[in-house]
């Protein structure tokens, strides 16, 4: 099961993400789901609120699309959340690996 003190040996597609520093502003606080991983990168898929503009509708209807980014991990610090609901900060470049190679490595304890 995934933990705070193992996620480094796990898959990390399908946890939530948020970027909470990047030397990238736009990324800042982008929140989404892992959907892919390689050595230097991480695609999210991202919900993002649009509105309807349907004019026969006085409301303001919002409407959902997914879009998928992509973020690289040297310059970015995450916020992942592991399935318990803990919320474990990872610095980017401590993910530098290619997510099989990452699995085996041996780590210090945190």
Known sequence: MIS???IFYHEL?????KVVDSSNPS????????????????RIEVKEKVQDED??????????IYKEKLIQ???SVFQFKVP??????????ILLN????????RYKKI
Not at 30 to 41: S, W, Y
Request: aromatic share 4%.
């Open 98 to 105: 290619r997510p099989e190679d990452r699995i085996k490595r």
């Open 84 to 93: 318990d609901g803990t919320i474990v900060e990872i610095d980017g470049k």
């Open 27 to 42: 990324l800042i606080g982008l929140q989404g789901t892992v959907i892919d991983e390689t050595k230097k990168t991480l």
């Open 55 to 64: 004019l026969s509708s006085n409301q303001n209807d919002f409407n959902f």
């Open 4 to 6: 705070s003190k193992n």
């Open 73 to 75: 991990k040297d310059v």
């Open 13 to 17: 597609i399908g946890l939530e993400l």
